[in-house]
């Protein structure tokens, strides 16, 4: 009779395991809901000179450069052309949260443990199916080395519509990706805050 019982409680885990994992991936197939990214060559354009202020110190000492989302959104879309992440794009929503998504296939997200443990399951023509990826961030400016960074610090991670562990990212974002969570800053840059649809760069005065 325990015998029984033991096959039973066996049966049912590993029923629930392939239900679970066929949810998941059910999940991670879907599309988030998305803000649409409307660009400009204008906002292009303003991007760049706002940039090039800030890069050549014509920006005047302890006064706010401010970038707003649709600048960008553009300048990503210029000059992150090399990444394996298409569509790229930065929604600023809230105070001090920054949320980027960007799109790419299955087969690449599921490539290491444990992830790579819902690839084995999945037939192989899926791999090529495209994914949607959504990291909600919080800016901060931080030295290392005696340079200064954005750091983008992950708070949460989703896969199509799939919450997984933050600290999964690394192992999802190949290397040329991941460099968009930490970039270097010129050393005047004093912080970078996140206000709705906007960002502030301050220097230093």
Not at 29 to 48: F, G, I, K, M, N
Not at 57 to 73: D, F, H, Q, Y
Not at 169 to 184: I, K, S, Y
Request: net charge positive; proline share 7%.
């Amino acid at each position: 009779m325990r015998v029984g019982c033991g096959c039973l409680v066996g049966v049912v885990l590993v029923v629930a395991a392939v239900a679970g994992l066929g949810w998941a991936s059910f999940n991670i197939l879907q599309t988030p809901d998305l803000r649409p990214a409307t660009v400009t060559v204008a906002d292009s354009q303003r991007a760049q000179e706002k940039i090039y202020s800030i890069v050549t110190r014509k920006a005047p000492p302890g006064s706010p450069v401010t970038l707003t989302e649709a600048e960008i959104n553009a300048f990503l879309a210029r000059n992150l052309g090399d990444l394996a992440v298409a569509d790229l794009r930065v929604a600023l929503v809230t105070d001090g949260a920054a949320r980027l998504t960007g799109r790419t296939t299955l087969g690449a997200v599921l490539t290491e443990p444990p992830l790579s443990a819902i690839r084995d399951v999945l037939p192989s023509g899926w791999l090529g199916r495209p994914v949607w990826l959504e990291l909600d961030t919080t800016p901060r400016v931080e030295t290392a080395n005696g340079r200064r960074f954005l750091r983008l610090d992950v708070r949460s991670f989703r896969v199509g519509r799939q919450t997984l562990p933050a600290l999964l990212v690394r192992l999802v974002l190949d290397p040329a990706t991941a460099r968009v969570l930490r970039f270097g800053l010129p050393e005047h840059v004093e912080s970078v805050t996140v206000e709705p649809g906007r960002a502030v760069i301050r220097i230093a005065s």
